[in-house]
């Protein structure tokens, strides 16, 4: 069964820091790895896709790096900014394209 | 074009009613995705759809929960005898295929009272 854990479970740091999210799932058998943002009292916001081929996609400030092997992916935000604050999820799809979520990691970027 | 759209966005409803949520997905999109997301809890995959397949039933938490798709386009999921933990936001998302980007309606918020 697969299981997906983000880390850490929240964070806070100054405006302008570089900030790394962790995410780690269980079973390697992945068809793809999605992470999204997630504001307050809102749905979901699509922030970069990796296939279980890929090793990375970047968006703007964003570098998504995935390595099945360790079962392990890291969203990377750079220059962070009071925007950024949300709670970003990661999402794994594997097997029958179920795709299970993690908790979330609340991230709070401090003006 | 149009994002996933959901119906109604707010549904309060007493304990033992059957309540219908909708979903309509990116035109085009064959795979169709319901998630529940219930207070502090993190998302749970409930069914998933692909084209004229057979769904993937395996997340729904009761019989009392179904889902259907009419014409490989809308989506109903239907809870029958609401119960006080089915409180919780329903999210409904889309995909081009099996292993593309999923994209999130706003989701309904039912309040079982």
């Known amino acids: 069964k697969q299981e997906v ?3 850490p479970a929240a964070l806070s740091v100054p405006e302008g820091e570089n900030l790394v999210l962790n995410c780690s799932f269980t079973d390697s058998a992945i ?13 979901l916001t699509s922030l970069l896709l990796i296939q279980s081929s890929q090793r990375e996609q970047t968006s703007g400030r964003l570098n998504a790096s995935l390595d099945k092997s360790s079962g392990r992916s890291t969203l990377y935000i750079a220059a962070s900014q009071p925007g950024d604050s949300a709670t970003y999820l990661c999402a794994v799809r594997g097997g029958g394209f179920k795709t299970i979520f993690g908790a979330g990691t609340r991230l709070f970027v401090k003006a | 074009g149009a994002g996933v759209s ?7 409803t007493e304990k033992g009613k059957d309540v219908e949520l909708r979903c309509d997905p990116i ?35 009761s019989d ?6 009419t014409g490989g386009s809308v989506s109903t999921l239907t809870i029958q005898r609401t119960q006080q933990e089915d409180s919780a936001v329903y ?11 999923q994209y999130f309606g706003p989701g309904t918020r039912l309040t079982v009272t």
Do not use: M
């Open chain 2, 91 to 101: 999210l409904c998302a889309s995909s081009f295929d099996p292993s593309g980007e």
């Open chain 2, 27 to 61: 035109s085009g999109h064959t795979a169709l995705y319901w998630y529940r997301q219930s207070l502090g809890q993190g998302l749970e995959f409930l069914i998933y759809f692909q084209g004229n397949s057979a769904p993937d039933k395996s997340g729904l938490p």
């Open chain 2, 64 to 69: 009392r929960f179904s889902a259907e798709r």
């Open chain 1, 5 to 7: 854990t983000q880390i």
């Open chain 2, 6 to 12: 959901q119906s109604p966005s707010n549904k309060v």
């Open chain 1, 31 to 43: 068809y793809n790895l999605q992470w999204f943002r997630q504001d307050p009292g809102k749905g």
